[in-house]
């Protein structure tokens, strides 16, 4: 496995988001974690990469812990993460966005800046070539210089892609890849998904729709109430009479296309 949680809980006030939560995301596959409105599926990402500390319990990344540690040194360790309103730069260009977010793996300080050092410049190309390197990946070669403002939504979910592959991570987390497009296009989505696998990138995304998540997903764990209710295949999850409970029982669903 490649992340591990054990027994990780989050509380806000008198509230549990994520409540005793063991999971292991798996090297070299699709992850998936679902659950209802409010489950803490998004409360779940924010403690694995840093962004929230935890109550209590511990997460491993590659056998090491990594509890606590603030986010951008989880990035730096070969974490990425998308969120789930794209954080982009509107007004920005696609590929100026991208080279924002490789900024945080190099080296250059403000003297190299001032004195644009060859170090500097040795680094901004770098970053260039990169930014071209993960805008071929997900095939946004064409508009590098659009305005993020005038893409559609699949192709703004596409930069976000591009932005966390831009760090080299090994593990990436999704939050709500394919919210707010279309069958076909989070079709397309899922296929870029499957290509990072290929490309020895692991992949734990969150998502609604059920059905692109049971196509694709080989480890799901399900979060009701901030508790894992399942944990298995999709075919495990699909007959585990819990999950069913849970997305039936109430007045919460799970938005299923
Ligand atoms: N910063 C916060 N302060 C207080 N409560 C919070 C905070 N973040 C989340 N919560 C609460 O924690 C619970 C879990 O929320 P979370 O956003 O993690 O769920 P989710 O499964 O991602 O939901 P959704 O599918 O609607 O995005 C909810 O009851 C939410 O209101």
Redesign the pocket.
């Known amino acids: 496995m490649l992340l591990e949680t054990v027994n990780l809980t989050k509380k806000?006030?008198g509230?549990t988001?994520v409540d005793d939560v063991s999971f292991s995301v798996e090297k070299g596959k699709i992850n998936a974690i679902i659950?209802p409105?409010?489950?803490?599926?998004?409360?779940?990402f924010n403690l694995v990469s840093g962004y929230y500390p935890p109550t209590s319990g511990q997460v491993f990344f590659k056998g090491e812990e990594i509890t606590r540690l603030p986010s951008n040194k989880i990035a730096r360790l070969g974490i990425a993460r998308t969120f789930?309103t794209t954080n982009l730069f509107e007004r920005a260009t696609v590929l100026d966005n991208i080279i924002v977010g490789n900024r945080l793996r190099t080296q250059s300080n403000l003297w190299d800046a001032i004195l644009r050092t060859p170090r500097l410049k040795r680094e901004e190309q770098k970053c260039l070539d990169k930014a071209y390197e993960v805008l071929d990946f997900v095939n946004l070669t064409n508009h590098a210089h659009s305005v993020v403002e005038n893409l559609t939504q699949e192709e703004k979910k596409r930069v976000a892609f591009a932005l966390a592959l831009a760090t080299e991570p090994e593990l990436v987390f999704l939050d709500e890849p394919a919210a707010g497009v279309n069958p076909d296009e989070t079709e397309g989505l899922a296929e870029l998904m499957k290509k990072m696998v290929d490309h020895g990138i692991t992949v734990c995304l969150?998502e609604?729709k059920m059905q692109m998540i049971m196509s694709i997903a080989e480890n799901i764990m399900v979060?009701n109430f901030?508790k894992k209710i399942a944990e298995g295949t999709p075919e495990d999850i699909m007959n585990d009479e819990e999950v069913i409970k849970a997305y039936l029982g109430g007045e919460r669903h799970a938005e299923v296309k």
């Open positions: 806000f006030g509230l988001a659950g409105n409010g489950a803490g599926k998004s409360t779940f789930q969150i609604h979060l901030g």
